[in-house]
């Protein structure tokens, strides 16, 4: 019925793909700032456990931004997603593709773990260090170099990909590290 309408209107789906291509990075960007900042918050949360105040201040930001700002990016990333590749089922048919789809996947659970530490740290039951939530702050920094550099270069470039993943991996891993004592 609606494609009949469609179709009697002159009306064509590939009309709105520009359009939601541009929704579609603007959802993706504000998800991102979720994601980058909330650990960021995580850490002010535990390095500043003893005071108070501050940290019921947090509490609040965290839960604003993960629940307002967060999820309604995520799901409008992903339903403004599926509509492209329902305007253009080619997308399915190339690697590079489910290559980042892969990566989404990866993507969506961080949020989710996102909501698992706010949770923990609203209770005040989180045994996860400072110098944790640093290191998993890159987590949605290598995933988004990965899936930015697949969907403009059309194909998974190996070295690359291995090359920064590596390199993340060395920068949290110095995160994590004991400090010596001098």
Known sequence: ???????????????YYLP????????????MAMLFYLPRLYVYHQENSDKKEFIEIVKIQELKLYKYIGMPAMWTTIVSGIAMIIINPELMKQGWFHAKLTLLILLIAYSFSMEYYRKQLENDTCN?????????????????IL???????????????????LFFGFIMFMIIKPKKEI
């Open 1 to 15: 019925m609606v494609e009949l309408f469609i179709k009697n209107q002159g009306i064509t789906l590939e009309q």
């Open 128 to 144: 996860r260090s400072g110098k944790f939530f640093r290191a998993y702050n890159e987590v949605p920094t290598i995933l988004a």
């Open 20 to 31: 939601i291509l541009t929704f579609h990075v603007i959802s993706v960007l504000s998800w």
């Open 147 to 165: 899936i930015v550099t697949f969907v403009i270069m059309k194909s998974i470039p190996i070295l690359f990909s291995i090359g920064i993943t």
